[in-house]
């Protein structure tokens, strides 16, 4: 199964009563196994759970720790980028050159490295003290 199917298949099951705004997340790891992951709201919208953080739940549970490749789905016109929040997650457990591929479920895609979407990340470089 591609990455784009496994977004694809979560993204169907996305819980989003209160936006009706479904997106799915599937992550490669550096391992080769599939972690798929899908927004989950909540009456108190800052307790829901993004598409891509669930992902990377779901693949730190699994054993993996670090991303080689990502794709996002959302029905939308055009392809939906993560949130910042979800920029800084993936930036925590991918390396900036690592693909994230953005699709719509009408066949639209966009692909731009993590270092694209969050230039000058925050790392744990910046609390290094020599």
């Known amino acids: 199964m591609t990455l784009l199917d496994s977004a694809r298949a979560v993204w169907a099951r996305a819980y989003v009563p209160y936006s009706r705004f479904r997106v799915g997340a599937a992550i490669r790891s550096v391992e080769g196994n599939i972690h798929a992951g899908c927004n989950v709201e909540n009456v108190a ?3 829901g759970t993004c598409a891509e953080a669930g992902a990377i739940a779901v693949m730190i549970a699994a ?6 490749e990502i ?3 959302a029905d939308s016109p055009e392809p939906v ?3 910042g929040g979800c920029r800084q997650k993936l930036r925590e457990f991918a390396d900036g050159d690592v693909q994230v591929t953005m699709a719509t ?3 639209k895609s966009l692909t731009m490295s993590v270092a694209q979407l ?9 609390m290094d003290r020599a």
């Open 45 to 47: 919208y800052p307790e």
């Open 63 to 68: 054993g993996d720790t670090r991303i080689a």
């Open 71 to 73: 794709t996002v789905i």
């Open 81 to 83: 980028p993560p949130c």
């Open 105 to 107: 479920i009408d066949g």
């Open 118 to 126: 969050l230039p000058g990340a925050f790392t744990a470089s910046h």
